[in-house]
């Protein structure tokens, strides 16, 4: 059964076979800068995630393209052998280059070659979640999704893959996706100031289908809003956890990634699922992204 926000770490939510937690944990800033290289901290990475596991999150979200495969290395150091209640999700659909890109990589033989780098660098037989990445840093572009995601398919009929999902897509291309596989969720870039899937949301929700959004926080430049920051102070909060409330309480069907290096931040972005907010504060925050 999904659980509402008013619950611990957000309630639950049911992805597949699999329940997990409605507050998770996205590795993505635990590699070097620009997402690349080793941390500066690699004891503090590997307690940030054992932190994360021990304070009853079961949703971690990671790609072999971090680092690369260094968070995946992470991972495994501090986790391996992992609880039978995490569910890992990662994803394919780019590689790295020597300056830090993120060449396109969605040819089947590219997507075959990541999704076994992701099995040995976790550490597993079984990718519990596969999102195919599509689109570029701009965000969602139009275009097939077929063969892409159809690969993806052909590797969890395979046994390779548990469950699929479509990441930096328009609503035209989830359809197209269900279309040729059953998906369990949708990453996509939304939050409190951006949030033009408000209507794809919904319609997930409705069918049963997780929305997970990436940069809950507004990513590279952190979400600044003096309503925000008023809410905040009323609560005793930090406008961050704020804004972590406000998208558990936007629907059940919504699992927050947040990332960080900090087993500090961590706890206080964890605080964030504990807020109950008011009709008045969520008026007041609605106001934001209008």
């Not at 611990?8 to 937690?21: C, F, M, S, Y």
């Not at 596991?53 to 968070?71: C, K, L, W």
């Not at 990436?214 to 979400?223: A, R």
Request: charged share 20%.
């Amino acid at each position: 059964m999904n659980e509402t926000a008013s619950s611990p770490l957000g309630g639950t939510w049911t992805l597949g076979d699999r329940t997990v937690t409605r507050f998770g944990y996205g590795a993505m800033q635990l590699a070097g800068p620009w997402v690349m290289g080793p941390p500066a901290d690699r004891e503090g990475a590997l307690a940030v995630l054992r932190a994360a596991v021990e304070a009853g999150i079961t949703h971690i979200d990671t790609s072999d393209a971090y680092g690369p495969r260094v968070v995946n290395e992470l991972i495994r150091e501090a986790l391996h052998p992992y609880p039978e209640s995490l569910f890992i999700a990662t994803k394919v659909g780019a590689n790295r280059d020597d300056q830090g890109g993120w060449p396109v990589a969605r040819r089947p033989e590219d997507l075959r070659r990541q999704v076994q780098e992701n099995l040995e660098s976790l550490g597993v037989e079984v990718l519990d979640l596969v999102n195919m990445r599509m689109g570029d840093a701009q965000g969602p572009q139009p275009g097939s999704i077929a063969e892409s995601f159809g690969t993806l398919v052909e590797l969890q009929q395979e046994g390779l893959i548990s469950h699929l999902g479509v990441s930096n897509v328009t609503a035209e291309q989830v359809g197209e996706a269900r279309g040729i596989g059953e998906i369990v969720c949708v990453q996509n870039g939304y939050n409190l100031a951006y949030r033009h899937d408000d209507d794809l949301i919904d319609q997930l929700a409705g069918d049963g289908i997780a929305y997970v959004p990436f940069f809950p926080l507004g990513g590279f430049t952190p979400l600044q809003s003096q309503a925000l920051s008023t809410v905040a102070a009323r609560l005793g909060s930090t406008p961050m956890a704020v804004a972590l409330a406000w998208l558990l309480q936007r629907s059940p069907n919504i699992l927050l990634i947040p990332g960080t290096s900090s087993t500090a931040h961590l706890h206080e972005n964890i605080a964030g699922a504990g807020l109950s907010l008011s009709e008045e504060d969520l008026a007041e925050l609605d106001g934001i992204g209008r």
